[in-house]
């Protein structure tokens, strides 16, 4: 369904984005309040075969809010979804020391990171374990033959995400998620 909907984007793009066409293309992935997931976001507009550019992105953006559609990191029932799949995250301890670390934005992260920093690294795991379990769930039902368990998808993208880590540049402007959507 995405890949349909995705050609017919595909046509009105290469001259301008039409915000009557975007909003078309999101309005089966609303809820109720109005909100589209950063997963469906990215399945929409940031993959595929020819994903739109970052500063198209963007634009994809002021239209939603003009709108009064919210981006989320994830929807009620997304959450609901992986509680039901036992990939539920476990609650924070108050007194843990990471715990500014997790509140810190990706690319500071991988900044941190980069420069040697375990703590940061184990931090930007744990804070995007959400993102890989759900890229973990996506492939195991796209290849539904696999022997593979979701530990086994889980500890491969974790691994792709150290990958894509070590080979992101934050000057550029990118944001990590989506430059590490592929390495996942």
């Not at 919210?70 to 990471?98: F, H, M, N, T």
Request: glycine content about 6%; aromatic content about 10%; charged content about 25%.
């Amino acid at each position: 369904m995405f890949r349909a909907n995705m050609a017919v984007l595909r046509e009105g793009r290469r001259k301008v984005l039409n915000a009557a066409d975007i909003l078309q293309k999101m309005e089966p992935y609303l809820n109720a309040e109005r909100e589209l997931s950063e997963f469906e976001f990215v399945e929409l507009f940031a993959s595929g075969e020819q994903p739109l550019t970052l500063r198209e992105q963007y634009e994809v953006i002021r239209i939603m809010i003009a709108a009064g559609i919210d981006y989320v990191d994830e929807k009620a029932e997304e959450a609901r979804a992986l509680d039901a799949a036992g990939l539920a995250r476990p609650p924070a301890d108050q007194g843990d020391e990471e715990e500014g670390l997790l509140s810190a934005p990706n690319e500071r992260l991988c900044a941190l990171a980069q420069g040697g920093d375990r703590a940061a690294l184990a931090a930007l795991i744990e804070k995007n374990e959400r993102f890989i379990y759900q890229q973990a769930l996506k492939t195991q039902q796209r290849f539904a033959q696999s022997s593979l368990t979701n530990s086994d998808l889980f500890q491969e993208g974790a691994l792709g995400l150290m990958e894509a880590l070590g080979h992101f540049d934050a000057s550029k402007g990118y944001v990590f998620l989506t430059y590490a959507w592929s390495w996942v």
